[in-house]
């Protein structure tokens, strides 16, 4: 984590917002992984169950199936990368640990199944902590904050400690954009995002295509936002981020280079 890494987004799923559909079949997966790693990705993010808004759950199984043969493959071919299982479920961490995955990511922050901290323990993998309020379902019904920023940061805090507790010590922190929030909430935790990485664990933001980008675009549809998706994370690498998480691999991995060569000069 001396430099910022790029986690690629590849969702084996039919509904997520963005690639939905594209990669869910193995070979397709796999496919876009080799294309990923040559445009710079450290990181894939697997995923098999949709978290947009409004979107529905499905079962453990249903995911596992998904996810699993996908990771299995991927570990053997593509060694150099790190695979990332995005879950909320104990079962799904599990297996796609089982599998050879080494992260974790819990957009409920622990909030569903605390105790995948301590499965991150044993199999000595990285954890990411995300914020998130009510399930994706119901998360952008009017959520309210009375100061976004702290309470987010209180969550992340109380959680890497449970975290701790439990022996996990590879944790990274997310703050969530728009898991539960508007787009001001959104916009007030990217300012203050130095608040978060003082927290002392690595900080991941993926704000990539969100409908935050849109909003502020003048409703600007997903295939759009590519520029607004760049300044933002942009902005994040600049007060502290470590991870950035993309749909356009090669577009981030470029304006990671450009920072590094320029943070370069203050050495």
């Not at 002392?200 to 409703?219: E, Q, T, Y």
């Amino acid at each position: 984590m001396t430099k910022p890494k790029v986690m690629g987004v590849l969702n084996v799923t039919p509904d997520s917002f963005s690639d939905g559909g594209l990669y869910n079949r193995t070979d397709t997966a796999l496919s876009r992984i080799e294309e990923m790693e040559k445009q710079g990705a450290d990181i894939i993010d697997i995923g098999g169950e949709s978290t947009r808004p409004g979107s529905d759950p499905v079962s453990a199984e249903e995911e596992i199936n998904r996810t699993v043969p996908v990771i299995k493959e991927a570990v053997k071919k593509y060694p150099e990368l790190f695979f990332s299982i995005d879950t909320t479920k104990y079962e799904v961490a599990k297996a796609a640990l089982d599998a050879g995955a080494q992260i974790v990511n819990d957009v409920s922050g622990l909030r569903h199944h605390s105790e995948k901290a301590r499965l991150c323990a044993e199999f000595d993998a990285a954890l990411v902590i995300m914020h998130s309020i009510k399930k994706p379902k119901t998360m952008q019904d009017n959520p309210v904050y009375s100061d976004v920023v702290s309470e987010v940061n209180r969550f992340l805090e109380k959680q890497a400690d449970l975290a701790k507790e439990m022996g996990a010590d590879k944790i990274i922190l997310d703050p969530g954009i728009g898991f539960g929030k508007t787009t001001v909430h959104n916009l007030q935790l990217l300012a203050y995002l130095t608040k978060i990485c003082e927290v002392g664990f690595p900080v991941l933001v993926g704000a990539s295509r969100k409908s935050m980008i849109g909003s502020i675009l003048d409703n600007r549809p997903v295939e759009g936002r590519l520029a607004g998706t760049l300044a933002v994370h942009y902005h994040a690498l600049l007060t502290g981020a470590k991870i950035i998480r993309v749909h356009d691999v090669q577009e981030a991995a470029d304006s990671i280079r450009i920072f590094n060569e320029i943070q370069s000069q203050f050495n």
